[in-house]
């Protein structure tokens, strides 16, 4: 079900919209602030799953519109899909567990007597989930009387409201916290309890995930009033959560520390790494750092200086070669050069540079290979190269890498039209 050989030091399970991320902020700071910490300090030993409202298809909406990791499980359409891995292979086995006491065609039935209730488009609409928005004032009354009539007709329903607007009936045992229960099970009989979990919610329907026992909670700033309110009925003082005082993915940042869950200070949020030396060996934290640095040399973020660039060289053994995406091989100078006038070709805010997917493999006594899928993105394009790196810890400092050689190869439909803008 994961790709990590024993048990996951940290899991996190979040909901994605105005949780991870935040549909206020255009730029996507705080979500980029989180992939950071999560690709250089977790990656490699933690999982991240993402437990969304959203159906498959407006799950990937949201993909293709916002800066997200690659999450190791995705858990959609309010707790009634699981998929795995990359490729997402859905867990059939939670499907039809779903089927008890539950018959779609009944509830479409007995929801189209109420005419307050407004069905959401046909991309919500799936197996084990039938939604409609309704008014907050309506919403209580209507909840009480169709669970009674469905009742009535051998189903056994859950009816869930979300942001003050959307209403979810879905079979019982179904649901964002039944998920991740059902998660934690398969992992405890595998033997690869996760350390530690990490839920994150805004909205009513992550009340459940906050209930799930022995997890820790973080309700993020900018959570709805029905899931306060909900906590404060049934959860108030539970030590292991808590209502962060940052929106959004700040907010996970900030439940990982409170919890004292590890690392909790992004790279992003930090300017000169030559100051703030990491104490880890972990070659994905120098793949998060070198990239964050050609962010900033491009945007201008940083000064052009010869100690910049002499820190920029010190990343490479000398006889390194960067295979360029376009097919063209290069030698490091090419790239240093190269590097040296793109200064501030990028300038501004509109230029962003992420990566996912970040995993390293130690092939021998010092050298590593490390692959990640690099993306770039200058306002409304979006570029990704798949990145090979083949490194070499230095004998004295075991957490200095030194990079050997790089290949890139464009992910499918992500290709630059212009070679010349993509340096590495
Ligand atoms: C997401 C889904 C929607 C659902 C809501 C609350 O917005 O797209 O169908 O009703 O979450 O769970
Ligand atoms: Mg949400």
């Known amino acids: 079900m994961d790709r990590l050989n024993g048990s996951a030091r940290l899991m996190i399970v979040s909901d994605l919209d105005s949780t ?13 602030r989180f992939n950071a910490l999560w690709e250089a300090y977790y990656r490699h030993d933690s999982l991240l799953v993402f437990s969304t409202g959203r159906s498959p298809d407006s799950y990937q909406l949201l993909r293709a519109e916002k800066p997200l ?21 859905p867990d059939a086995g939670w499907e039809q567990y779903l089927n008890q006491r539950w018959d779609r065609d009944i509830v479409v039935e007995e929801t189209s007597k109420f005419p307050e209730l407004l069905p959401q488009s046909e991309i919500d609409q799936r197996p084990h989930k039938v939604s409609f928005y309704v008014e907050k004032d309506k919403a209580l009354k209507i909840i009480g009387v169709l669970s009674e009539r469905l009742e009535k007709r051998g189903l056994d329903v859950k009816i869930i409201y979300s942001s003050g607007i959307a209403l979810d009936v879905l079979p019982r045992g179904a649901g964002k916290g039944q998920a991740l229960a059902y998660l934690l099970k398969k992992f405890e009989s595998d033997g690869k ?5 990490l839920v994150c919610g805004d909205s009513g329907n992550d009340a459940e995930l906050l209930s799930v026992p022995q997890v820790y909670g973080v309700m993020v700033s900018n959570a709805q009033e029905e899931l306060l309110q909900w906590y404060s009925e049934n959860m108030r003082n539970n030590p292991s959560i808590i209502h962060a005082t940052e929106r959004c993915a700040a907010g996970i940042i900030q439940g990982i520390g409170s919890f004292c869950l590890g690392p909790n200070v992004s790279p992003r949020d930090i300017r000169d790494f030559q100051k703030c030396k990491v104490d880890i060996v972990n070659p994905g934290y120098d793949v998060v750092k070198f ?3 050609y962010e900033r040399w491009r945007r201008a973020d940083i000064q052009k200086s010869t100690q910049h660039m002499q820190n920029f060289k010190s990343v490479f053994h000398s006889s390194c070669t960067l295979v360029h995406p376009s097919g063209t091989e290069q030698h490091i100078h090419q790239c240093v050069d190269e590097m040296e006038s793109l200064h501030g070709d990028r300038q501004g805010n509109q230029f962003l540079v992420w990566v996912d997917r970040v995993s390293s493999s130690q092939i021998g006594l010092d050298t590593w290979l490390v ?3 690099k993306w770039e993105s200058h306002g409304a394009e979006k570029y990704c190269c798949l990145t090979t790196i083949l490194m070499s810890s230095k004998a004295e400092l075991p957490n200095d890498f030194v990079w050997l050689h790089v290949h890139q190869t464009w992910l499918d439909g992500y290709g630059v039209k212009q070679p010349g803008t993509w340096l590495i």
């Open 291 to 293: 990239y964050l640095f």
């Open 69 to 89: 990791l690659t999450p190791d499980i995705t858990v959609m359409s309010v707790g009634t899909e699981i998929a795995c891995g990359e490729s997402m292979v």
């Open 193 to 197: 309890l996760p350390a530690s979990t």
């Open 371 to 373: 692959k990640c899928a």
């Open 20 to 32: 991870m991320v935040d549909h206020d902020d255009p730029q996507n700071l705080s979500l980029l």
